[in-house]
């Protein structure tokens, strides 16, 4: 049984707007009843002021099905179309206090009905798809609809593709496909302009700096344990300390010296090679 809430419930058993308008100005059918779910939304616009005046549905579906369709109506009734194409699935799913996370595809399918109504009524229907490349057989999902919904709802697994949109959701064999399509939708693509430029410093810039780093990074972490560090020389990326104190009898004075280049490697320059006198 699913979780939902009362007030998918309530629009469930008491759903507003179902019907078909009759002459309307806009009509929006998405899904299919061979796939689970189908929806058709009617409209009626004020050609005037670009009003909704009434909306009506009906849908194929579930409970969170009817209840999203319902929800669609209510929030889109008396907005203009522009209002009503800023709002998401996301909006319908908060409208109704949320939908399990299985159920959210119901939420997009309203969004989808939408768009296609507003394109039906300002005549910008797509033509006949015969390009679209249908990613998910079982439920005739579109790379298309898949990178859309990823992104406007900051999906980055196949689980949350398929509550989303089913797809994955039926013999599975979609799955490698729907991740391939995430991976480049998140992967951040580095640009030569997105790589730092190495610093550059002048050679007396450079000592300042390491001298700077010892003096705050190191040399009260080697004086905690009874050891001490003076910076002697630099020649070019050699970097010269003399090891203090305890630290010139410990026997781990090597790592002693690694790490002080990785820290200087890391906050001054890659190149630095230390060394002890
Ligand atoms: S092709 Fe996508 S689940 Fe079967």
């Known amino acids: ?14 759903p507003k707007n179902v019907g078909e ?7 929006g059918e998405v899904g299919s009843i061979l796939c689970g779910d189908a929806l058709k939304l009617t409209m009626k616009v004020d050609k005037e002021t670009g009003r909704i005046i009434d909306a009506k549905f009906q849908t194929f579906g579930c409970a969170s099905a009817i209840a999203s369709s319902s929800a669609l109506t209510e929030l889109i009734k008396g907005k203009t179309l522009d209002e009503a194409m800023a709002l998401s699935n996301q909006d319908i799913a908060e409208f109704l206090g949320g939908l399990p996370k299985e159920k959210m595809h119901c939420s997009v399918m309203g969004r989808e009905a939408l768009e296609a109504a507003v394109a ?4 910008e229907e797509k033509p006949v798809e015969t390009g679209e490349k249908i990613i998910c057989q079982c439920f005739e ?5 898949i990178r859309s919904v990823a992104v406007e709802n900051h999906l ?31 992967s951040v693509k580095v640009t030569p302009e997105m790589v730092p430029k190495p610093k550059k410093f002048t050679n007396l810039q450079k000592i300042a700096l390491i001298q700077d780093v010892l003096e705050r ?15 002697i020389d630099v020649e070019g990326n050699r970097v010269i300390v003399a090891l203090r ?13 690694n790490s002080i280049q990785e820290k200087l490697r890391e906050l001054v320059s890659e190149n630095l090679v230390v060394e002890a006198e």
């Not at 308008?21 to 009509?27: F, M």
């Not at 999902?141 to 609809?145: A, H, L, P």
Request: aromatic residues 8%; glycine residues 10%; hydrophobic residues 40%.
């Open 141 to 145: 999902v579109s790379e298309e609809k």
């Open 245 to 257: 104190a305890m630290c010139v009898t410990c026997p781990m004075g090597g790592v002693t010296i």
């Open 217 to 231: 990074e190191i040399r009260p972490l080697l004086q905690a344990d009874g050891g001490d560090i003076e910076l």
């Open 156 to 186: 980055t697994t196949v689980e949350d593709v398929t509550n989303f949109t089913k797809a994955g959701g039926g013999c599975g064999a979609c799955i490698p496909a729907i991740e391939a399509i995430l991976k480049d939708i998140w």
């Open 21 to 27: 308008i009759e002459n309307p100005d806009a009509v």
């Open 120 to 123: 039906n009524y300002r005549g």
């Open 1 to 14: 049984m699913w979780d939902y809430t009362e007030k998918v419930k309530h629009f469930f058993l008491h």
